[in-house]
């Protein structure tokens, strides 16, 4: 496979039936640790760093979808997968 055929495998079988991709309604924000931090975004844990309010990545992966910021960031990457979002 190439990394192309994995792409358009990817986009055809997880796209949505509109081209505007919504961002998940995160549930209630749960405390994580003694430190009183809220709970980081499947992205921001993925790559073991904090997660800030102006998270770009937190909207469209939330803590309870770890698998799903796995496979993205498997075909595209992190920085290409933030730069697509922030546009």
Not at 29 to 54: F, I, Q
Not at 61 to 82: C, K, L, M, Q
């Amino acid at each position: 496979l190439t990394r192309r055929s994995v792409a358009r495998s990817f986009t055809m079988s997880t796209a949505p039936a509109s081209n505007d991709v919504e961002p998940e309604v995160l549930e209630e924000e749960e405390e994580e640790g003694g430190g009183g931090n809220p709970r980081r975004c499947a992205a921001c844990k993925y790559l073991r760093r904090r997660c800030g309010h102006g998270c770009v990545l937190a909207p469209y992966f939330p803590a309870s979808r770890p698998r799903r910021y796995a496979n993205v960031h498997r075909v595209f990457g992190a920085s290409n997968v933030a730069r697509l979002l922030q546009v």
